[in-house]
T-cell receptor
Framework: AQTVTQSQPEMSVQEAETVTLSCTYD???????LFWYKQPPSRQMILVIR??????QNATENRFSVNFQKAAKSFSLKISDSQLGDTAMYFC??????????FGAGTRLTVKP | GAVVSQHPSRVICKSGTSVKIECRSL??????MFWYRQFPKQSLMLMAT?????????EQGVEKDKFLINHASLTLSTLTVTSAHPEDSSFYIC?????????????FGQGTRLTVV
């Protein structure tokens, strides 16, 4: 079974600064996908960024980027120029191809003005 | 991106009654949908995988007679909480994979907050 571990229950960052959220996972699969989802107070799950395991290049989406270390099974999220609207729960998720998605415990990020 | 609609967004029911939650894929056909449960300040826990035209696959520890799942069409899956009790109060979220995304991404409904009184 795949497990996803987020070791930081809570994080805080000053507005405009950079923060990194950690995620590790355990799998014996070679073909899989990794995701970071944001869950604001509305509780709607919002995709932040995704990474295909077969791609060596780290994914980036504007202020969001990942550090994907496949051998170490690590998938951290870096948020640059943090904004107040980034305050939310962030979940790291793992999905095998054509399979279900499994989530880490989440990290509550607070961006302070 | 693909759109998944979940209804109702909030429901309050009396203990002992049943509640049905709908999950619809609005602009794509979803052969597989997923149902998650989320307790306050916790993660999403997979309850079951809903397959169109066949029985759902339940995760270990999830009572299939308690949480009835029906996936009768390619755009609709329903979760019925039978004989609800206060401990069933939770946030339920559905998701679906879209063929447009080569089944490599999940799209989530807005969630349903169930309160059993």
């Amino acid at each position: 079974a795949q497990t996803v571990t987020q070791s930081q229950p809570e994080m805080s960052v000053q507005e405009a600064e950079t923060v990194t959220l950690s995620c590790t996972y355990d799998t014996s699969e070679s073909n899989y996908y990794l995701f970071w989802y944001k869950q604001p107070p509305s509780r709607q799950m919002i995709l932040v960024i995704r990474q295909e395991a077969y791609k060596q290049q780290n994914a980036t989406e504007n202020r969001f980027s990942v550090n994907f270390q496949k051998a170490a099974k690590s998938f951290s999220l870096k948020i640059s120029d943090s904004q107040l609207g980034d305050t939310a729960m962030y979940f790291c998720a793992f999905m095998k191809h054509n399979n279900d998605m499994r989530f880490g415990a989440g990290t509550r990020l607070t961006v302070k003005p | 991106g693909a759109v998944v609609s979940q209804h109702p967004s909030r429901v309050i029911c009396k203990s002992g009654t049943s509640v049905k939650i709908e999950c619809r894929s609005l602009d794509f056909q979803a052969t597989t949908m997923f149902w998650y449960r989320q307790f306050p300040k916790q993660s999403l826990m997979l309850m079951a995988t809903s397959n169109e035209g066949s029985k759902a696959t339940y995760e270990q520890g999830v009572e299939k007679d308690k949480f009835l799942i029906n996936h009768a069409s390619l755009t609709l899956s329903t979760l019925t909480v039978t004989s609800a009790h206060p401990e069933d109060s939770s946030f339920y979220i559905c998701s679906a994979r879209s063929p447009r995304a080569m089944n490599t991404e999940a799209f989530f409904g807005q969630g349903t907050r169930l309160t059993v009184v």
